[in-house]
């Protein structure tokens, strides 16, 4: 099982950007997904996740109301629409996936089992 991240760039402050994570294999619906990111210099932290089933999405505070996360279990992708984009969200994207059959989509790193390579967002102000 692989996951490729894609969908970054460079953006004005105020800007969009969806970023897309495509999960090979025939199980991704059994998976929570989450996407986490990590500024020049700082750890990695949490973003958003979302249920296995899509009816339960988790969100860190600092981008509740901009960013919108989804699934589409027929294409094995989860979605990472990112609105109002503002200079401290530039860092690189991480999409992971949690294997673990949990109900609940974790803020965790640790719950995340399979990773993916990081796509890059700058947003300019």
């Known amino acids: 099982v692989q996951l490729q991240a894609s969908g970054g760039g460079l953006v004005q402050a105020g800007g969009s950007l969806r970023l897309s994570c495509v999960v090979s294999g025939r199980t991704f619906s059994r998976y929570n997904m989450g996407w986490f990111r990590q500024a020049p210099g700082k750890e990695r932290e949490f973003v958003t996740a979302i249920a296995w089933s899509g009816g339960t999405t988790n969100y860190a505070d600092s981008v509740k109301g901009r960013f919108t996360i989804s699934r589409d279990n027929a294409k094995n992708t989860v979605y990472l629409q990112m609105n109002n984009l503002k200079p401290e969200d530039t860092a690189d994207y991480y999409c992971?996936?949690?294997?673990?059959?949990?109900?609940?989509?974790?803020?965790?790193?640790?719950?995340?089992?399979?990773w993916g390579q990081g796509t890059q967002v700058t947003v300019s102000s």
């Open positions: 992971a996936a949690d294997r673990g059959g949990r109900s609940y989509p974790h803020t965790q790193q640790y719950e995340y089992d399979l």
